[in-house]
C-alpha cells in the first residue's frame, strides 16, 4: 500500500472527492482527512491517531531492532550456558521474542507523543486552512487515483505518495 497526499482548499471540494475516491472502489477506511481546528468534517472520513503519530513506523522500527539486540544477546547466553546442557536455540528464541516484545513497547510509547513525519510537512498548509487528504491504495493504483482525483479539480494539488516500505523488512 501507498499513501497519496492531497491538498485541498476548501470543505466542499473534500466532500466531493471523497465521494469520487468512494465510487471508484476505494474503501472509506483507506481515506483519511485532517483539517486545522474549527474546521468541521462531518461526514468525511476524519485522520485517526494512526494517521497524526509517528506509531506505526516507531513500532516497525521497535520491533527491528528489539529483535536484533534480542537474538545477540541470546547468542551472547547460549555461549555461557553452553556447559549447563541448555538447548541454545531456545535461549536464542527467548530472548529475540523478549527483545521483539520490549523494543516494540518502548518505541511504540515514543511514536505515541511523536506527530507523523510525513504529516508535518503540510502543517502549515493546514494550518492555513487547506485540507489534507490521506488516500492509501495499493501502488497500483497510484497513477489512476491521482489522475482521478486531479481531473476534475484543479483546486486539488496532489503532493506525492509516501515510498512503498515493507512493514517488517
Given at each position: 500500500?501507498?499513501r497519496?497526499?492531497?491538498l485541498?482548499?476548501?470543505?466542499?471540494?473534500?466532500k466531493?472527492?471523497?465521494?469520487e475516491l468512494?465510487?471508484?472502489?476505494?474503501?472509506?477506511?483507506?481515506i483519511?482527512v485532517?483539517a486545522?481546528?474549527g474546521?468541521?468534517l462531518?461526514?468525511?472520513p476524519v485522520?485517526?491517531?494512526?494517521?497524526?503519530?509517528?506509531?506505526?513506523?516507531?513500532?516497525?522500527?521497535?520491533?527491528?531492532?528489539?529483535?536484533?539486540?534480542?537474538?545477540i544477546?541470546g547468542?551472547?547466553a547460549?555461549?555461557?550456558?553452553?556447559?549447563?546442557?541448555?538447548?541454545?536455540?531456545?535461549?536464542?528464541?527467548?530472548?529475540?521474542?523478549?527483545?521483539v516484545?520490549?523494543?516494540?513497547?518502548?518505541?511504540s510509547?515514543?511514536?505515541v507523543g511523536?506527530?507523523?513525519t510525513?504529516?508535518?510537512?503540510?502543517e502549515e498548509a493546514?494550518?492555513?486552512?487547506?485540507i489534507l487528504?490521506m488516500?492509501?491504495?495499493?501502488?497500483?493504483d497510484v497513477?489512476?487515483?491521482?489522475?482521478?482525483?486531479?481531473?476534475?479539480h484543479?483546486?486539488?494539488?496532489a503532493?506525492?505518495?509516501?515510498?512503498?516500505?515493507?512493514?517488517?523488512p
Amino acid at each position: 500500500m501507498k499513501r497519496l497526499y492531497f491538498l485541498i482548499q476548501d470543505i466542499e471540494d473534500t466532500k466531493r472527492v471523497v465521494n469520487e475516491l468512494l465510487l471508484s472502489h476505494v474503501e472509506e477506511r483507506h481515506i483519511h482527512v485532517m483539517a486545522k481546528e474549527g474546521i468541521v468534517l462531518e461526514g468525511l472520513p476524519v485522520a485517526g491517531f494512526l494517521e497524526k503519530s509517528d506509531f506505526i513506523p516507531s513500532l516497525e522500527k521497535g520491533v527491528v531492532i528489539g529483535g536484533s539486540v534480542g537474538i545477540i544477546a541470546g547468542i551472547i547466553a547460549s555461549h555461557f550456558m553452553a556447559d549447563t546442557g541448555i538447548i541454545a536455540g531456545g535461549a536464542i528464541l527467548v530472548t529475540a521474542l523478549a527483545g521483539v516484545g520490549i523494543g516494540s513497547w518502548a518505541s511504540s510509547m515514543i511514536g505515541v507523543g511523536v506527530p507523523n513525519t510525513q504529516v508535518k510537512k503540510f502543517e502549515e498548509a493546514v494550518n492555513q486552512g487547506n485540507i489534507l487528504m490521506m488516500v492509501d491504495i495499493p501502488a497500483k493504483d497510484v497513477e489512476r487515483v491521482t489522475h482521478l482525483v486531479g481531473k476534475d479539480h484543479p483546486k486539488v494539488k496532489a503532493h506525492g505518495a509516501e515510498p512503498a516500505v515493507p512493514c517488517f523488512p
